[in-house]
């Protein structure tokens, strides 16, 4: 354990040397170490026989993104926590999205993202040796290549360091049994609990932390729909106190719905599990105009 700790802290120290340096200085462009050939490729007909793990509403960059594995990937269990075997590919695709007036993101009846036009594929290889070309950078043995809807290249082999960093300061980190090198020791993935909990990807309205819903009162449209995530480390089940719903058994990463009501009402909700757990949604927001119904 003691080793395992120093290791995820040395590729943290590193990636934070590399955000608070250089490369990010306004004016200064630094060229990150990365392989020169493709050896990921453009995984044509994908659509037909890959599992769907899950669609994300990024709200930063006003993006859908909706994460596919092949059937190797797919084949990661929970217990597993993602330590994928070799062969895996993981890939996203990338939408923009329709917006408002305000360029704020349209919601439909669900309250997600509304697709305006599939611009990239982002996608992931891990095999055997792969990754040493990113040197300090590398995280597992994956490689990285973003392409076009017709497999032309969005960003090529040469310049997908900025892939490598990005998931080594941002992805969860798994330990790999068959990897020899620190750089190459952990499997850096994105949001497992999306996949293994089914969360619905959708942009959160409320947060269940530290037995805590945050917020406890969550203000919405009359028939919004609001989106709460687990993001506690426990298990909770989630009734309204109306009995009109229930979350069922709730692991982390795991999310629920709540249809506001009219203007006025209030659904309140508790844990069964947690008997301080409690939170409420009221209709008490006028309409925003130009959104979706």
Known sequence: MKKMTSAVIAATSLALTFISGSLFFVGHTQTLPAPTVDNVRFPSGYQ?????FYTF???QNRQIRKVYGNPVAATVKPGEVFNFPYGSIILFESYSVQEDAAAEPLLDANGRFVPNALTTIFVMRKERGFGADYKELRNGEWEYVAYRPDGSYATQPSGTGSCALCH???GSLTLSSESRNVGAQW???FRPDLYFSRGSGAVPDGVLQHYVFVPSTIHARPGQTVTVYNSDQLLHRIVADNGSFDTGVMSPGSSFTVKAGPTGAVISYHCVLHSRVKGQVVAD???VTGRLP
């Not at 037909?48 to 769907?52: D, G, K, M, N, S």
């Open 285 to 287: 927001l006028p309409p």
């Open 57 to 59: 509403d990024n709200y």
């Open 48 to 52: 037909a026989t890959y599992t769907l």
């Open 168 to 170: 080594l300061t941002g």
């Open 187 to 189: 499997d850096y993935v």
